[in-house]
C-alpha cells in the first residue's frame, strides 16, 4: 500500500521497520522536529527520524498541522491511501485524518478503551493490572476513541516500563502488518469502542515519582517498575535524591522508610506494610549501582529516607 507513516519516539521505530520489511509504499515518513536532548541540550533528531534516513525514506518535521496549513498541502501532494500513526505527539486535525483515501489507524499500547491518552504503559503497572496490550483502531477527532480493527492482549507479570515498552512494541509492529494484509484483502472488521470501562493515562511527572514509604510494600514496587527506565522512582536520604530502579516487596516492618538493613545482602526499607529489597540505586551524578556495593561505599546504615 502507499503509506505515510507519522511516529517520533523509538516505540515507533519498530512499526515502522515492520512496514517497510512488508514492502509498503512508504512514502512520507512523519516526525517531531529536531528536540534539545542530553546535558549540551544540543538539537537532536528523533528515533523515528534516524531510522529514516537509514531506511532512504522521504522525511517532514512540520512543527503543527493547525499553524501550518502548508504542511497539510505538502501531506496531500503525497496522496496517500493510508497514515499509520504510531506514537507521534502532535495533534492530527480533521483536515489530515481526511486526506488518506482509506483513513488513518493507530497503534495504540493498551486494550482500549483502558487507558486512553499519553501514558498507558505506566498507568496499566501502577494500577496492579494483570494484562494489557495493542489496540489497532481507526483514528478519529477523539482522544483514542477511533474504532478497534485489531485487539491483543499481553500479561504484563514482574516486567518494568521498559520492558512493557520493549514487548508492546514488537507486538504493535506485527499486529500493524496484520491489519494491514486483512485491510488489503478486505476482511478488517471495526468495532465502537465500549462506552463504559475507559480510563484516562495521564503524563507522567517527576514529581508523581517520588516514594511515600507509607504505602504498602506491593505498591511502592509497582511504582518503581512503573517508573523505570523515565522519570524513575526516587526518594530522599539525608538531603540526596537518589533514584531507585529495581526493588521487590519483602517480609519486614519499622518505620516507613527506615533502613532496615544495609550491608552484603543489600539494602532494605520499611514500608507501611511489609518492606522493600532494593536490588539497584543511583546518586546524583553517579552511575547505578547495586544495592549491596552502594552500602558498602554510602554510610546510610540506620538511616531514613524520606
Known sequence: MKLVFAGTPAFSVAALDALHAAGHDIVGVYTQPDRPAGRGQKLTASPVAERAAKLDLPLFKPESFKKDPDAIEVLRALAPELMVVVAYGLILPQAVLDIPAQGCLNIHASLLPRWRGAA???RAILAGDAETGTTIMQMDAGL???AMLLREALPIGEKN???LHDALAAQGARLIVAALARLQAGTLVATP?????STYA???TKEEARIDWSQPAAEIVRRIR????APVAWSEITGERIKI???QAVPGSGTPGEVLTCGADGLKVAAGDGAVRVHELQRPGGRLLPASLACQRWNIGGR???
Do not use: C, M, S, W
Not at 469502542?193 to 470501562?197: K, M, R
Not at 512503573?226 to 527506565?229: D, E, S
Open 193 to 197: 469502542q465500549p462506552v463504559e470501562g
Open 304 to 306: 531514613r529516607f524520606d
Open 120 to 122: 498507558p504503559i505506566q
Open 226 to 229: 512503573a517508573y523505570n527506565p
Open 144 to 146: 483514542d476513541t477511533g
Open 202 to 204: 495521564a503524563k507522567l
Open 161 to 163: 516500563a521498559g520492558e
Open 245 to 247: 530502579t529495581r526493588a
